[in-house]
């Protein structure tokens, strides 16, 4: 099978449940979540800290860590199901096919090597080139990624460069080796606002011209407006509502995503949601969001709903659609 099917998904996640086991019990962190990403698509994964997201971008490299495990699902990708490939397989995968870049490029930088260095080793790792190649290469990505002097650059090390430029050497390692899925976790997060749109704006080129999918996790309704062409948005756990951009922003359908984006600034109604975001260790009975939703009624506490596709591509998990 090719690295994408007929309808052009190039990943394909089905009944993913990453859970942790902590003393105080199982914390439910990803349950049963199902999602496709296509090519070239820029999806966005939306949710208050806490609700999965980064747990389901790191489940699908399998870099959950101890004393979190994926306990069921299928991640599909490239004809494999990556649950069920070696570690060597699962090395082969990361940063050459399906590459992170993480929130924070301060701490994902090592400081002891020069810029041109680290990324030069991404690609010798991963691709069998020689360093001279490399090297022509890691000045091509900087260009890329809009560092100016390239040849100079090569030469210095992290403490040398500002967050924004941090980040941009980040996104053209994640690059390096022409990856088919980029997953980007709060990558501008750190940022001031106008490094952020400049960044945001770096990725809607790139993906053009290298034809990714790219993941991008936000908690951020502005940069989702901004970057996304299709949006998951998750609640404690779970998917509670995916569609198209214009489909959310226009005609959001969860009581949550409603609240989410009453935030918005210009919206009228703003909707305050009651009460903390419960515990994932005991997530409440039947609908998740019942304890804090202004909707519900006698059935969302008892019934966990089904995700119905309400309007074609718009997916929903709320009683008030079923
Ligand atoms: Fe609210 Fe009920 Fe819908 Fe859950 S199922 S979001 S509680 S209306």
Known sequence: MDSENELG????????????????????????????VRKGEIMCIVGESG?????????????????????????MFDGKNLLDLTLREMRDIRGKKIAMIFQDPHSSLDPVFTIGEQIAEAMTAHKGITKGEAKARVYELLKLVDIPEPER????????????????????MALSCKPLILIADEPTSSLDVTIQALILDMFI?????????????????????????????MYL????????????FENPLHPYTQALL???????????????????????????????????FDRCEKIEPEMKEVVSGHFVMCHLYS
């Open 51 to 75: 609700s999965g997201k980064t747990v389901t971008a790191l489940s699908l490299l399998r870099l959950v860590e101890h004393p979190g495990r994926i306990v069921e699902g299928k991640i």
């Open 9 to 36: 998904t190039v990943l394909s996640v089905t009944g993913l449940c990453t859970y942790f086991f902590t003393k105080k019990g199982i914390v439910k962190a990803v349950d049963n979540v199902s999602f496709d």
């Open 262 to 296: 009453s935030s918005l600034p210009g919206k009228k109604g703003r909707i305050l949601l009651k009460g903390e975001v419960p515990s994932p260790v005991n997530p409440p009975e039947g609908c998740r969001f019942h304890s804090r939703c202004p909707k519900r």
């Open 153 to 172: 650059r090569f030469h210095e090390y992290p403490h040398q460069f500002s967050g924004g430029m941090k980040q941009r050497v980040m996104i053209a």
């Open 205 to 233: 080129e790139l993906r053009k011209k290298f034809n990714m999918a790219i993941i991008y996790i936000t908690h951020d309704l502005w940069v989702i407006r901004y970057i996304s062409d299709r949006v998951a948005v």
């Open 237 to 248: 756990g779970i998917i509670v509502e995916s569609a198209d951009k214009k489909e959310i």
